[in-house]
């Protein structure tokens, strides 16, 4: 047997899907790149381009990669979200933050099923620890953010908080890669609530948003990307 032929993934079908990803991969970070910097430069039209393309793109990447199909569905959830956030009404937004919410419940199914690493970082100490921080932290955003949200969006946005809250917590269970973008999903969503709430915002506020909900759909999607690899037959 020849060492190119023992090297799992090299021939047939695995290893084309392999070569298309990375092509795949390359037009997710260059349309990532091309909306952060449209953002940045206040060109309109070229971040309504880039941010319907960044999710499919992701998740094409994704199930290149053989990724578990919850989480290339919780990506395309997500691609839902991010068309409907770009109307500006309030019933695109609603819509769109129940496209993510559905997505979140599909990471959370993923998370819970235990195939991570780290299995009982939801019943460990430093499991239950972190889980007390972020209960923590969601308590008080929502206390100080509640009188300066419309009335209308009040119980929609504190049922998202509480899914998306759980989810960036059972991340952890996919690794580092994964908690960190659990956590920078937060953060971006907090970003737009304080928006949402007409509180002091820093420059170029869709910017950081964006920077930030990149960075953590990328980071959970190698986190679980890499679960799924130590599970596959032969790794």
Known sequence: ????????????AGGRAERFARPVLLAFLLVAAADLAGLLAGAETVHLIAKPLLMPLLAGYAALRGAPRLLVAALLFGWGGDVFLLADNDLAFLVGMGSFAVGHVGYLTLFG???????????????????AGYALVLVVFLVLIWPDLPADLRIPLTGYSLLLTAMAWRAGVFGPYAA??????????????????????????????MLTYIAAQALLTLGALGVSAQHKPGA
């Open 1 to 12: 047997m020849t060492a190119t032929a023992a090297r799992p993934g090299s021939t047939g």
């Open 113 to 131: 099923r235990g195939e991570g690493r780290n299995r009982g970082v939801g019943r460990s100490l430093s499991g239950l620890a972190t889980g």
């Open 180 to 209: 960190v973008g659990g956590a920078l999903f937060l953060l971006s969503d907090a970003l737009i609530a304080t928006g949402i709430a007409e509180w002091p915002q820093a420059p170029a506020p869709d910017f950081w948003v």
